[in-house]
């Protein structure tokens, strides 16, 4: 439900997004954001659930973000370093999309709040935050790609053994959309 008047009233006051109740939508990817986002460590199954019950802003249609949209929330390092994608998961170091992932920026001297490297309006642990984007080629079908906003690294977590940070999304807009 898109309240215009309201938008445009918070449009700016943000940087690249608006924020409503419960939420932060950027108004460059056209993705809603979780703000502030639980703060429970979870496993994945655990997360993927806590998304799937969300309702908040009057949405009830919340989702782990895969790597893609958790990827678009880094901000303030420009190192362009990792290629793991929606359509590159491999876990194996043989893999071109999987070389140097674990090479980002200063730990913790981002833009963001604690010094995250993501916009600076989000709140929320720093550290590794769940896609739902599988590992493969890893030891088990287990794991999923996780980003460390603390130095925007990538890496890949065992999702049943291991709890993570976890911030649910939903797409509210195509992206690029004109939001008033």
């Not at 981002?110 to 490297?117: A, E, L, S």
């Not at 309006?121 to 088990?140: D, F, K, M, Q, R």
């Amino acid at each position: 439900m898109m309240r215009a008047p309201l938008l445009a009233a918070l449009l700016g006051a943000a940087g690249c997004g608006v924020f409503l109740p419960g939420v932060w939508l950027d108004t460059t990817t056209g993705l809603m954001w979780e703000e502030p986002p639980n703060g429970d460590r979870m496993t994945i199954t655990e997360a993927e659930t806590y998304c799937a019950e969300l309702t908040t802003d009057d949405h009830d249609d919340w989702r782990l973000p895969d790597i893609d949209e958790l990827r678009s929330l880094i901000a303030g390092c420009t190192v362009d370093y990792c290629d793991v994608s929606t359509t590159c998961t491999s876990a194996s170091s043989l893999d071109p999309c999987n070389t140097d992932c674990l090479e980002g920026c200063f730990d913790e001297k981002g833009p963001g709040q604690d010094g995250c490297y993501r916009n600076e309006v989000l709140s929320g642990s720093c550290y590794n935050t769940w896609s739902s984007t599988p590992a493969t080629g890893s030891v088990s079908d287990d794991y999923y790609w996780v980003i460390d906003f603390s130095d925007a690294t990538f890496s890949y977590i065992n999702a049943n053994d291991l709890e993570q940070n976890v911030r649910c999304v939903r797409r509210d807009a195509p992206a690029g959309a004109q939001v008033p």
